[in-house]
Nanobody, 124 residues
Framework: QVQLVESGGGLVQAGGSARLSCAAS????????MGWFRQAPGKQRELVAA???????NYVDSVKGRFTISRDNAKNTVHLQMNSLKPEDTALYYC??????????????????WGQGTQVTVSS
C-alpha cells in the first residue's frame, strides 16, 4: 500500500521560508514523477512544482524563482523549499506520486497517489 506523508507546514511570516517534505512508503519513488499541489479556500487546486524521475522540474509561474523541488531517492522523499513566501502562498499543500514509471511529464500526477496535506499559512 502506497502512503505519502507530508510534513513541514505551519505559520510563516511573509518573506520567510519553509521546507516541506513528503516521505513515501510502499513504493520506491526513483522511477516516478512526483509533485506538490496546493489548494487555497475558494480556489482551484493547482500544481505548484513537479519533478520527473530524471530530475527535470517544472513550476507554476507564481512560484518560479522562489520555490525549489528536489528528490532524495535514497530516503524515498521529495522536498519543496519555499523562500520569499507571500500571503497568497497560503494553502493546503499536497504531495503526489505518479502511477506511471519512467514518465517524462507530470500530466498524470493528479491521478496518482496523494498525501493528506500540510497547511502552510503565510502572515502579512
Amino acid at each position: 500500500q502506497v502512503q505519502l506523508v507530508e510534513s513541514g507546514g505551519g505559520l510563516v511570516q511573509a518573506g520567510g521560508s519553509a521546507r516541506l517534505s513528503c516521505a513515501a512508503s510502499g513504493r520506491t519513488i526513483s522511477s516516478y514523477a512526483m509533485g506538490w499541489f496546493r489548494q487555497a479556500p475558494g480556489k482551484q487546486r493547482e500544481l505548484v512544482a513537479a519533478i520527473t524521475w530524471r530530475g527535470a522540474t517544472n513550476y507554476v509561474d507564481s512560484v518560479k524563482g522562489r520555490f525549489t523541488i528536489s528528490r532524495d531517492n535514497a530516503k524515498n522523499t521529495v522536498h519543496l523549499q519555499m523562500n520569499s513566501l507571500k500571503p497568497e502562498d497560503t494553502a493546503l499543500y499536497y504531495c503526489a506520486l505518479d502511477t506511471k514509471p519512467y514518465s517524462n511529464s507530470w500530466s498524470s500526477l493528479s491521478g496518482g497517489y496523494w498525501g493528506q496535506g500540510t497547511q502552510v499559512t503565510v502572515s502579512s
